[in-house]
């Protein structure tokens, strides 16, 4: 998932270097070098967020690959928790009030019991991890569950607009989803987070209905009635058994797990239906050949979907503990999520990391300063200007104007939302268009005359607020249209 096109960043960071030579050491100087920093990452920044309990620690431990983040522990749920690269294992605490404590790696629970302090004393926590999803991948930030905080703090907001998609997870999407995005895209203008950079995560699948039989089916209906529901606030909804992902994925499943699994598989079917309808079910069967403690682990990793499918695969003829993760991972639906992430905002990655950047930047250049320090940061906002006529930062303009429209600083219709949420955050122009590929010359040419002259309508209709951003939107329309090939 590694970002291998980035010619705005290329451009900003040439603009920084230059500064950066001439400025001298101060508070321009080191914001420069914070945008800089940003700006040679190479990989993508993904918030996870989401209410308590929702499943978030369990999905960033997919994502790694590796057991990173405390999932039981409930003093981490208020933390800001930042995942990223590093040669050396670690973790460090940034607090309120005091410098920053490192500790070797450790379980993140316990790191913050060893440190002594209560987790409202702490700002942030850093793991650092030789992790090769986080060296190759993305960084990953695990915020607080929105209801656990009074409103969103500036730490919180702080993450959010570092990060270049938010992945929001919802066990059951529902009213108190819709608040929490709703107070999200308020603070949009801090956060950068709109329903173009944000995918609604279906997370525990394994949970919906009763719990028992083949979720998939109903987890792909109320996934499809979540994305029309929020389509304003996320741009799709992506099911995902999110304990099942974590074991898939992760190194804790070893082959000693088979053993348990394969005396399961031949055990008497009517024995083990009755075995599997519920968790208590599971404990409580005095007939079943295996353990209390083997029971315990298979759940812990497993959950009963989970271990129900695995029995499936071994009578199917799946053998081995590569082989049965390998089919286990299908079935968790985390791949989906993967090649969305991939598809969609690796596409997206160079404006993103440039909006962080701009902001960062333009910021500096009203710093005040010293008559030398004003030359060089006169010179760096003409650099920024430069920047922003780029045309490939016009889909910049309409992921703000997205922001700016869930924030409710302008209306439109819904039909008009979904037009251009699609027109900001489409991979190729087809998508941009919502039409299924493939979609010939002829029918992308209708389909952007027809939506011009609905754009240029709302602008001359409209008060002077939403005129300007349907301007926008129908500006870049007509870019693609008569940047099209002739038929």
Same mark, same amino acid.
């Given at each position: 998932m590694?970002?291998?096109?980035a010619?705005?960043c290329a451009q900003?960071?040439?603009?920084?270097d230059?500064a950066?030579?001439?400025?001298?050491?101060?508070e321009a100087?080191?914001?420069?070098?914070?945008?800089r920093?940003?700006?040679? &990452?190479?990989?993508l920044?993904v918030?996870?967020?989401?209410?308590?309990?929702?499943?978030?620690s369990?999905?960033?431990n997919?994502?790694?690959?590796?057991k990173?983040? *405390?999932?039981?522990?409930?003093?981490?749920?208020?933390?800001?928790?930042?995942f990223? /690269?590093?040669?050396?294992?670690?973790?460090?605490?940034?607090?309120? !009030?005091?410098?920053?404590?490192?500790?070797?790696a450790?379980?993140?629970?316990?790191?913050?019991?060893?440190?002594?302090?209560?987790?409202? !004393?702490? *700002?942030?926590?850093?793991?650092?991890?030789?992790?090769?999803?986080?060296? +190759?991948?993305?960084?990953?930030?695990?915020?607080?569950?929105? !209801? *656990?905080?009074?409103?969103?703090d500036?730490v919180?907001?702080?993450a959010?607009?570092?990060?270049?998609?938010?992945?929001?997870?919802?066990?059951?999407?529902?009213q108190?989803?819709? &608040?929490?995005? $709703?107070?999200?895209a308020?603070?949009?203008?801090?956060?950068?987070?709109?329903?173009?950079n944000?995918? #609604?995560v279906?997370?525990?699948?394994? +949970?919906?209905?009763?719990?028992?039989?083949?979720?998939?089916?109903? =987890?792909?209906?109320?996934?499809?009635?979540?994305?029309r +529901?929020?389509?304003?606030?996320?741009?799709?909804?992506?099911?995902?058994?999110?304990?099942?992902?974590e074991?898939?994925?992760?190194?804790? /499943?070893?082959?000693a797990?088979?053993?348990p699994?394969r005396a399961?598989? #031949?055990?008497?079917p009517?024995?083990?239906?009755?075995?599997?309808?519920?968790?208590?079910?599971?404990?409580?069967?005095?007939?079943?050949p295996?353990?209390?403690?083997?029971?315990?682990?298979l759940?812990?990793?497993?959950?009963?979907? #989970?271990?129900?499918?695995?029995?499936?695969?071994?009578?199917?003829?799946?053998r #081995?503990?590569?082989?049965l993760?390998?089919?286990?991972?299908?079935r968790?639906?985390? $791949?989906?999520?993967?090649d969305?992430?991939?598809?969609?905002?690796?596409?997206?990655?160079?404006?993103?990391r440039?909006r962080?950047?701009?902001?960062?930047?333009?910021?500096?250049?009203?710093?005040?300063a010293?008559?030398?320090?004003?030359?060089?940061?006169?010179?760096?906002?003409?650099?920024?200007? $430069?920047?922003r006529? !780029?045309?490939?930062?016009r889909?910049?303009?309409l992921m703000?104007?997205?922001?700016?429209?869930?924030?409710?600083?302008? &209306?439109?219709?819904?039909?008009?939302t979904?037009?251009?949420t699609?027109?900001?955050?489409?991979?190729?122009?087809?998508?941009?268009?919502?039409?299924?590929?493939?979609?010939?010359?002829?029918?992308?040419?209708?389909?952007?005359?027809?939506?011009?002259? =609905?754009?240029?309508?709302? &602008?001359?209709?409209s008060?002077?607020?939403?005129?300007?951003? =349907?301007?926008?939107?129908?500006?870049q329309?007509e870019?693609?249209?008569f940047?099209?090939?002739? =038929?």
């Amino acid at each position: 998932m590694t970002i291998t096109s980035a010619p705005l960043c290329a451009q900003l960071l040439a603009a920084c270097d230059r500064a950066d030579k001439s400025l001298p050491p101060g508070e321009a100087k080191r914001a420069v070098a914070a945008a800089r920093e940003r700006l040679l &990452e190479n990989v993508l920044r993904v918030a996870v967020g989401g209410r308590l309990n929702a499943g978030k620690s369990t999905l960033v431990n997919a994502l790694i690959g590796e057991k990173l983040a *405390a999932t039981d522990a409930t003093e981490c749920t208020t933390l800001v928790t930042w995942f990223r /690269f590093g040669p050396v294992n670690r973790i460090s605490f940034q607090f309120r !009030d005091s410098p920053v404590v490192t500790l070797p790696a450790q379980p993140l629970a316990r790191a913050i019991a060893a440190v002594g302090r209560p987790a409202a !004393d702490i *700002a942030l926590v850093q793991v650092d991890s030789s992790n090769v999803a986080l060296a +190759q991948d993305y960084t990953i930030v695990d915020t607080p569950g929105l !209801d *656990a905080l009074s409103g969103l703090d500036a730490v919180s907001l702080g993450a959010l607009a570092q990060a270049d998609v938010l992945l929001y997870l919802m066990p059951h999407p529902g009213q108190n989803d819709r &608040e929490a995005l $709703d107070a999200l895209a308020a603070n949009a203008g801090q956060a950068g987070i709109s329903a173009v950079n944000t995918i #609604g995560v279906l997370s525990r699948v394994d +949970q919906l209905g009763d719990g028992t039989g083949d979720p998939w089916v109903r =987890a792909h209906r109320v996934a499809r009635s979540g994305a029309r +529901q929020l389509a304003a606030l996320v741009c799709d909804v992506v099911p995902v058994v999110g304990l099942l992902a974590e074991t898939a994925l992760g190194n804790s /499943f070893t082959e000693a797990n088979m053993t348990p699994l394969r005396a399961l598989a #031949g055990t008497d079917p009517e024995v083990l239906d009755r075995a599997l309808y519920s968790a208590d079910d599971f404990y409580a069967c005095d007939e079943l050949p295996i353990s209390a403690e083997h029971r315990a682990r298979l759940l812990s990793m497993l959950g009963m979907y #989970g271990i129900s499918a695995a029995i499936e695969e071994i009578n199917n003829g799946t053998r #081995g503990a590569t082989g049965l993760l390998r089919a286990l991972r299908s079935r968790s639906g985390i $791949d989906v999520l993967l090649d969305q992430l991939r598809r969609q905002f690796l596409n997206l990655a160079d404006p993103l990391r440039a909006r962080y950047a701009l902001r960062i930047l333009d910021a500096a250049t009203w710093l005040s300063a010293s008559p030398e320090e004003c030359a060089v940061l006169t010179a760096l906002r003409y650099d920024l200007d $430069d920047v922003r006529s !780029d045309p490939r930062l016009r889909r910049l303009s309409l992921m703000e104007a997205v922001a700016d429209l869930h924030a409710g600083y302008w &209306e439109a219709t819904s039909e008009f939302t979904q037009e251009l949420t699609a027109l900001a955050a489409g991979a190729d122009l087809p998508e941009q268009l919502g039409l299924d590929p493939p979609a010939d010359l002829g029918q992308i040419r209708a389909v952007l005359s027809t939506r011009i002259s =609905a754009w240029r309508e709302l &602008e001359n209709t409209s008060p002077r607020g939403t005129a300007r951003y =349907a301007r926008l939107v129908r500006e870049q329309l007509e870019a693609l249209f008569f940047g099209a090939p002739s =038929a």
